[in-house]
T-cell receptor, first 114, second 119 residues
Framework: AQSVTQLDSQVPVFEEAPVELRCNYS??????LFWYVQYPNQGLQLLLK??????LVKGINGFEAEFNKSQTSFHLRKPSVHISDTAEYFC????????????FGGGTRVLVKP | SAVISQKPSRDICQRGTSLTIQCQVD?????MFWYRQQPGQSLTLIAT?????????ESGFVIDKFPISRPNLTFSTLTVSNMSPEDSSIYLC????????????????FGPGTRLTVT
């Protein structure tokens, strides 16, 4: 079975500073990878996804992530954060052969300080 | 992307009662799922809602506790039965396979969630 580990439960960061959220997964088969964001008291919104092809994936709101197969990682980055990026971020994987069922990491809470 | 609505958005219920949550999608979708997000935690898949047949439950979840219906390709319900305080969570439905074709078939969109508090 696959699993997802988000190494940081909370990441405080100052406005306009860069941020990196770490995500590692374990799976014996090929996976699809996703990052979702959950703003306070809201549902989940898809930030970006990796299905195949280029390992550098660009998403909405200036976020990007890089798939590293050898390190089984899919870290999320943004070069300059805004106050509005304060939210919970979830990394998720689904198996190519398992019908889109998502396995989520524990989440990383990003708090952007002025 | 698909537009998903859930009813109710929140509720406070007494233990021992049941609550049915509705999920409505603005387009026909192939796959629908129900997730639970316990306070301060991540999301856990409860079941896959299958159109015209019984739902497929994940380990730790059973039909008697979480009966699911999916009468058509745009609607599903999840019932939380015989509730206890441990059932206090956000329940979210999600869909796959909207109007984006093959690319969209791999993207999963989530409803706004139903925040349930059991007293």
């Amino acid at each position: 079975a696959q699993s997802v580990t988000q190494l940081d439960s909370q990441v405080p960061v100052f406005e306009e500073a860069p941020v990196e959220l770490r995500c590692n997964y374990s799976s014996s088969v090929s996976v699809y990878l996703f990052w979702y964001v959950q703003y306070p008291n809201q549902g989940l919104q898809l930030l970006l996804k990796y299905l195949s092809g280029s390992t550098l994936v660009k998403g909405i709101n200036g976020f990007e992530a890089e798939f590293n197969k050898s390190q089984t990682s899919f870290h999320l980055r943004k070069p300059s954060v805004h106050i509005s990026d304060t939210a919970e971020y979830f990394c998720a994987v689904s198996l190519k052969a398992a019908g889109n069922k998502l396995t989520f990491g524990g989440g990383t809470r990003v708090l952007v300080k002025p | 992307s698909a537009v998903i609505s859930q009813k109710p958005s929140r509720d406070i219920c007494q233990r021992g009662t049941s609550l049915t949550i509705q999920c409505q999608v603005d387009s026909q979708v192939t796959m629908m799922f129900w997730y639970r997000q316990q306070p301060g935690q991540s999301l856990t898949l409860i079941a896959t809602a299958n159109q015209g047949s019984e739902a497929t439950y994940e380990s730790g979840f059973v039909i008697d506790k979480f009966p699911i219906s999916r009468p058509n390709l745009t609607f599903s319900t999840l019932t939380v039965s015989n509730m206890s305080p441990e059932d206090s969570s956000i329940y979210l439905c999600s869909v796959v396979g909207g109007q984006d074709g093959p690319r969209g078939a791999y993207e999963q969109y989530f409803g706004p969630g139903t925040r349930l508090t059991v007293t």
